[in-house]
T-cell receptor
Framework: AQRVTQPEKLLSVFKGAPVELKCNYS??????LFWYVQYSRQRLQLLLR??SRESIKGFTADLNKGETSFHLKKPFAQEEDSAMYYC??????????FGTGTSLTVIP | DGGITQSPKYLFRKEGQNVTLSCEQN?????MYWYRQDPGQGLRLIYY???????QKGDIAEGYSVSREKKESFPLTVTSAQKNPTAFYLC????????????FGPGTRLTVT
């Protein structure tokens, strides 16, 4: 069965500090993984996907199949990064599975 | 203003009544999804549709029904058989390409008393 786990419900870091939001998954096939973000009073939106290997707003995420992880990282957190972050997995049947989310607060 | 819309924003119903939540998109997306969001549980897939007149159950389809008669519309009916209908419901759409990016609506908060 597919499953996405985000172990941290809440995460606080100081501005300028590195941040890492953890995501682990279980899936027997070849996964497609995504990070979605929801800023205050905005809709849930895509932040990045592993297949494009891009850096968005300074965030990167590397798929580690050995550890079944897709952690989201940023070297220097900014106040505007404060938001709710969801890790998601898409299976071959085009179903999506979301984690429970991590609320990130960047302290000025 | 293009995008995906859900109405109403808040909905109140009495127990035992069916209620239909609206989801419309003008993005010409093929796929549409319904999720339920409960505190501490993230988003859980109720139903999804990849083309008109076709839809599949997600993990928590019991007590819900959908239709996809038009590409732009994917209404969700919460039936009286749903044991815990009070929740926040999110609709999303996605193009049928290799991006698989989901575009989310603003959500509908349903309260059943």
């Amino acid at each position: 069965a597919q499953r996405v786990t985000q172990p941290e419900k809440l995460l606080s870091v100081f501005k300028g500090a590195p941040v890492e939001l953890k995501c682990n998954y279980s899936y027997s096939g070849s996964p497609e993984l995504f990070w979605y973000v929801q800023y205050s009073r905005q809709r849930l939106q895509l932040l990045l996907r592993h297949i494009s290997r891009e850096s968005i707003k300074g965030f990167t995420a590397d798929l580690n199949k050995g550890e079944t992880s897709f952690h989201l990282k940023k070297p220097f957190a900014q106040e505007e990064d404060s938001a709710m972050y969801y890790c998601a997995l898409r299976n071959t049947g085009n179903q999506f599975y979301f984690g429970t989310g991590t609320s990130l607060t960047v302290i000025p | 203003d293009g995008g995906i819309t859900q109405s109403p924003k808040y909905l109140f119903r009495k127990e035992g009544q069916n209620v239909t939540l609206s989801c419309e998109q003008n993005l010409n997306h093929d796929a549409m999804y319904w999720y339920r969001q409960d505190p501490g549980q993230g988003l859980r897939l109720i139903y999804y549709s990849q083309i008109v007149n076709d839809f599949q159950k997600g993990d928590i389809a019991e007590g819900y029904s959908v239709s996809r008669e038009k590409k732009e519309s994917f209404p969700l009916t919460v039936t009286s058989a749903q044991k815990n209908p009070t929740a926040f419901y999110l609709c999303a759409s996605s193009p049928w390409d290799n991006t698989y990016e989901q575009y989310f609506g603003p959500g509908t908060r349903l309260t059943v008393t």
